[in-house]
């Protein structure tokens, strides 16, 4: 093992948001510790294998093996041997669908051992607001004169490498050494960086992700509306943004899930005391939209004679993840209605259901595109009808429409 001194330790560095920042760091001379217990997910990083798809990743990561710059491990004594220790761990909601507010309190608490060198601790994983002057509180109550930053990511999952490089990142600190010192670490690898204060970048994270959420509810809810009414939602979105600019953003109809849009519209709410009622419109509109499809299909078809095939089980096109993934709840009410349901998808490879494309098609009465992957717009289903929601495919017909 290397015995050398390291600049920075990602603790959750296997992760979605922790391996992508370990990388950029990496890439601009900075020596770095990721730390994580997934020994699955850190013995591929080691081996030159990104555990999940990150694009622009795996030449970074080679790289970086290359010269050295990387520690993996999974002992916490590791964290002592950096100078700034960052926590990108995951903030799950409880079944309740409120966040587990102690999650990186109870992290740090269990890491204070090893912070004693440590210069500044940085919080990237999402957290409700207040959560980082709590955490700086509870060091001063455990007698540590450690400063806290909070600089949360914004990035695309998939496509975080290119946006770090591309995009300011958002600095706060407890104190203005804390925030300098934030400052200095990510402008190493942010285009900039846009001072605030803690709780001022724990709302703006939670704000960017619940109006994305609210947005697409909105398409959805209108996509809904529309195909009751027996109009073509694919003309209607097409007719406005033609030549009109201030509709140019607005986003097309389709599962709207994953690990993080949901997840955070529910922390805003719960850290509101509930009083979000846009979010919580949002959440029924996103999460009703799979049984608006089983509906549809019922009243279309007759689903008890038929095999449905459930095309691309990722939450978001050209991904592996399948967290908080809208098309395992579209599985779960078919199985309820269908004859049989079978599924596929080209990226994911963690679900042992899963069936190659050509069986899928091959045997199912009816195809439901779950995941617009790019793919499935030249699909060729030997006439066999489609559900497209997301308006993948290149026909003139309704969305929800056979093809």
């Given at each position: 093992m290397d015995c050398g001194n390291y600049d920075i330790c990602i603790v959750g560095g296997a992760g979605h948001v922790g391996l992508p920042l370990a990388l950029a760091f990496s890439a601009a001379s900075q020596r770095v510790i990721i730390y994580d217990v997934d020994t699955v997910a850190m013995d591929l990083i080691k081996?030159?294998?990104?555990?999940?798809?990150?694009?622009?990743?795996?030449?970074?990561l080679t790289k970086a093996l290359r010269e050295n710059r990387l520690l993996f491990s999974s002992e916490p004594r590791d964290i002592g041997r950096a100078r700034y220790v960052i926590v990108a761990i995951g903030t799950p909601v409880d079944e309740f669908q409120n966040p587990e507010w102690e999650a990186v309190t109870r992290c740090v608490a269990d890491l204070l051992p090893h912070l004693h060198n440590a210069e500044l601790l940085v919080l990237r994983s999402t957290v409700s607001p207040g959560t980082t002057d709590r955490l700086q509180q509870f060091l001063v109550s455990q007698e540590f004169d450690l400063p806290v930053a909070f600089c949360p990511e914004r990035v695309v999952q998939g496509q975080a490498i290119d946006e770090m490089q591309q995009m300011p990142q958002i600095i706060s600190g407890t104190s203005p050494l804390a925030e300098r010192r934030a400052a200095a670490i990510f402008g190493r690898v942010a285009t900039s960086v846009?001072?605030?204060?803690?709780?001022?970048?724990?709302?703006?994270?939670?704000?960017?992700?619940?109006y994305r959420y609210v947005q697409f509810a909105a398409s959805n809810q209108f996509f809904m509306m529309a195909h009751r009414a027996g109009c073509d939602y694919r003309r209607i979105v097409a007719g406005i943004k033609e030549d009109y600019p201030r509709m140019a953003g607005f986003p097309g109809a389709g599962f709207t899930a994953g690990p993080c849009l949901l997840k955070d519209t529910l922390?805003?709410?719960?850290?509101?005391?509930?009083?979000?009622?846009?979010?919580?419109?949002?959440?029924?509109?996103?999460?009703g939209l799979p049984a608006f499809v089983v509906e549809d299909i019922q009243r279309r078809f007759p689903l008890s004679e038929m095999t449905v095939g459930i095309l691309g089980m990722a939450f978001k096109a050209g991904s592996d993840d399948v967290r908080?993934?809208?098309s395992y709840k579209l599985k779960k009410l078919l199985r309820l209605h269908a004859k049989a349901v079978l599924t596929t998808d080209p990226f994911v490879a963690s679900d042992p259901e899963l069936r190659p494309i050509e069986q899928v098609i091959a045997e199912s009465d009816l195809l439901v595109i779950a995941a617009p992957h790019p793919a499935y717009a030249s699909l060729e289903t030997g006439g066999t009808p489609v559900v497209d929601v997301?308006?993948?495919?290149?026909v003139s017909t309704p969305a929800l429409e056979t093809t």
């Open positions: 081996s030159g294998t990104m555990p999940f798809v990150e694009y622009e990743a795996a030449p970074l846009v001072l605030m204060k803690p709780m001022e970048a724990e709302f703006a994270k939670l704000f960017c992700n619940a922390q805003l709410a719960a850290g509101s005391n509930h009083q979000f009622a846009l979010g919580h419109a949002a959440i029924q509109v996103n999460e908080s993934s809208l997301w308006n993948l495919l290149p």
